[in-house]
T-cell receptor, first 110, second 117 residues
Framework: GENVEQHPSTLSVQEGDSAVIKCTYS??????FPWYKQELGKGPQLIID?????GEKKDQRIAVTLNKTAKHFSLHITETQPEDSAVYFC?????????FGAGTTVTVRA | DVKVTQSSRYLVKRTGEKVFLECVQD?????MFWYRQDPGLGLRLIYF???????EKGDIPEGYSVSREKKERFSLILESASTNQTSMYLC????????????????FGPGTRLTVL
């Protein structure tokens, strides 16, 4: 089955700096790569996703890049703010099934 | 807004008890999912249902069963709870996919933190 590795497990950044989280996947047939944000006491919520026919996607301060050849994808958050503090999960999918990374706890220092 | 609700936020049960976790979604989604979330392991799929009375095993179905009698409701059952089932349980729902190249966002509930003593 699909195996998704996510790094780093924790990330502390100064407010205003950028944050980058990286994931690799094993199944070359995976074609959909969502990123979820989980705030304390809440369920994960989709923040951005990318499909395998696209190399990069941006939505305001967040962007995702995908390298199909190397089987890795990354989340970039620019101009970090305190409300960006959360746990972020990457996932890879073929059909309905999502395989999640272990998660990255992001802390934005004021 | 899509709403996925779970019956309890916190639950404490004894080893050997039968445990029911309930999930309800209000968006008429075809697909419903149960995951467990453990530190360092991310989210792992327990079971998936794509229609009423239809189910498929996920990656870690052992020790669990599910029931989907109505489209909006998906239940996770621990037949005989054990301490290694202490975890956060998350329910999710999504529209049905159509074709291998399509995928739909999964909407998650707030989770149930289950402790088995």
């Amino acid at each position: 089955g699909e195996n998704v590795e996510q790094h780093p497990s924790t990330l502390s950044v100064q407010e205003g700096d950028s944050a980058v989280i990286k994931c690799t996947y094993s199944d070359s047939a995976s074609n959909y790569f969502p990123w979820y944000k989980q705030e304390l006491g809440k369920g994960p919520q989709l923040i951005i996703d990318i499909r395998s026919n696209v190399g990069e996607k941006k939505d305001q301060r967040i962007a995702v890049t995908l390298n199909k050849t190397a089987k890795h994808f990354s989340l970039h958050i620019t101009e970090t703010q305190p409300e960006d503090s959360a746990v972020y999960f990457c996932a890879a999918s073929r059909y309905y099934k999502l395989s999640f990374g272990a998660g990255t706890t992001v802390t934005v220092r004021a | 807004d899509v709403k996925v609700t779970q019956s309890s936020r916190y639950l404490v049960k004894r080893t050997g008890e039968k445990v029911f976790l309930e999930c309800v979604q209000d968006m008429d989604h075809e697909n419903m999912f149960w995951y467990r979330q453990d530190p360092g392991l991310g989210l792992r799929l327990i079971y998936f249902s794509y229609d009423v009375k239809m189910k498929e095993k996920g990656d870690i179905p052992e020790g669990y069963s599910v029931s989907r009698e109505k489209k909006e409701r998906f239940s996770l059952i621990l037949e005989s709870a054990s301490t290694n089932q202490t975890s956060m349980y998350l329910c999710a729902s999504s529209w049905a996919t159509s074709g291998a190249s399509s995928y739909n966002e999964q909407f998650f509930g707030p989770g149930t933190r289950l402790t088995v003593l």
